[in-house]
């Protein structure tokens, strides 16, 4: 998924079918959009 930094929609690889362009607005740069789980990493 990734996540247009114009308008804020979300957009999935299909939709993009190879260029990197907002479907909705036209705007050229998106964001991947990262998972909402937390790693916890123990420290030594």
Do not use: D, H, T, W
Request: with cysteine; glycine share 6%; aromatic share 6%.
């Amino acid at each position: 998924m990734y996540k247009c930094i114009s308008c804020g929609k979300e957009i999935s690889e299909e939709q993009l079918r190879g260029r990197i362009r907002c479907m909705y607005c036209g705007f050229r740069i998106l964001m991947k959009k990262r998972p909402n789980v937390i790693k916890k990493v123990e420290a030594k």
